[in-house]
């Protein structure tokens, strides 16, 4: 119902940036929260931003300071702009999106982009 490509992920060296992107297949203001998530392997899955239809941001610990989320709701993107990246950073970035109809609540995921960090 909804479908996320996410984009933008390569190899940088440690303390440089990276931008994400995340298209959504429908309107981002019908979608109630959006984030990324970021895997490394062996690792559980986190999330490391999010933000509401309403603006409100999140940010894990580890990136707070380095990573922005943002959107535009005129094109459906939502973007990650990481900055002084680390090593630690490493790991395959997710999109999601959550989704309230009524009393049924739906999430969906990107395929995900890899983002490496040489140190």
């Known amino acids: 119902q909804v479908q996320l490509v996410e984009s933008g992920g390569g190899l940088v060296s440690a303390g440089g940036s990276l931008r994400l992107s995340c298209a959504a297949s429908?309107?981002?203001?019908?979608?109630?929260?959006m984030g990324w998530y970021r895997q490394a392997p062996g690792k559980q899955r986190e999330l490391v931003a999010r933000?509401?239809?309403?603006?409100?941001?999140n940010y894990v610990d580890a990136v707070k300071g380095r990573f922005t989320i943002s959107r535009d709701n005129a094109r459906n993107m939502v973007y990650l702009q990481m900055n002084s990246l680390k090593a630690e950073d490493t790991a395959v970035y997710y999109c999601?999106?959550?989704?309230?109809?009524?009393?049924?609540?739906?999430?969906?995921w990107g395929q995900g982009t890899q983002v490496t960090v040489s140190s």
């Open positions: 999601n999106a959550m989704v309230s109809r009524g009393v049924l609540e739906s999430t969906y």
């Open positions: 429908v309107n981002i203001l019908s979608i109630n929260a």
């Open positions: 933000i509401t239809k309403g603006g409100t941001t």
